[in-house]
């Protein structure tokens, strides 16, 4: 149980597009996703939490014009990095919460050219 | 600033081994932790989580939680080849549900 997928797993784009991610827990609702961002040799950095029917909170320093989360069931969160540049080349993490405890969904790389 | 401090490693260990993790947190506020183990390229994968003092045991795996000292470790007891990976460590937010990472600590298992 508590399976969360993610789409695509990876994506190689030209800078200035945009590309959308998308979370699915397979399995359970979750009213609350999260989405984080990893650097090589890095540990996870969370970027922003989803909650279903309403807007996405954004940490500081993350820009939630680039940044685009939707999270219109209890079981799909999308995050669409908008005008992508390489500097957003990164693996791209969701998890989705049930009775408090975070499951992972696979990691989406994202490389922008 | 609310911490969660790992010893980076490597901590190497022989296979049949038992490894040891630690983890310090400094919020006080703090009800649940996790440790999870991620492999090299791979997403984090739950392994265990405790909210009670004391140990919880689940197969070669020991939580021990420790909220006086803000501490909290993995056994692993037995260890394989296969647990070669980095482990991280998470502790909830206050209320938040967020989760706050340690840098986590890579572990080889040497056959």
């Known amino acids: 149980g508590a399976v969360v997928s993610q789409h695509p797993s990876w994506v190689i784009c030209k800078s200035g597009t945009s590309v959308k991610i998308e979370c699915r827990s397979l399995?359970?609702?979750?009213?609350?996703m999260f989405w984080y961002r990893q650097f090589p040799k890095q540990s996870l950095m969370l970027m922003a939490t989803s909650n279903e029917g309403s807007k996405a909170t954004y940490e500081q320093g993350v820009e939630k014009d680039k940044f685009l989360i939707n999270h219109a069931s209890l079981t799909l969160s999308t995050l669409t990095v908008t005008s992508a540049h390489p500097e957003d080349s990164s693996f791209y993490i969701c998890?989705?919460?049930?009775?408090?405890?975070?499951?992972f969904g696979p990691g989406t790389r994202l490389t922008v050219l | 600033q609310k911490e969660v401090e790992q010893n980076s490693g490597p901590l190497s260990v022989p296979e049949g081994a038992i490894a040891s993790l630690n983890c310090t947190y400094s919020?006080?506020?703090?009800?649940?932790f996790f440790w999870y183990r991620q492999y090299s390229g791979k997403s984090p994968e739950l392994i265990m989580f405790?909210?009670?003092?004391g140990d919880k045991e689940d197969g070669r795996f020991t939580a021990q939680l420790n909220k006086a000292s803000q501490y909290v470790s993995l056994l692993i007891r037995d260890s394989q080849p296969s647990d070669s990976a980095t482990y991280l460590c998470a502790v909830t937010l206050g209320n938040t549900g967020k989760l706050i990472f340690g840098q986590g600590t890579t572990l080889q298992v040497k056959p």
């Open positions: 919020d006080r506020g703090s009800q649940s």
């Open positions: 399995d359970f609702q979750a009213t609350t």
């Open positions: 405790i909210y009670s003092n």
């Open positions: 998890s989705a919460s049930t009775f408090g405890t975070q499951y």
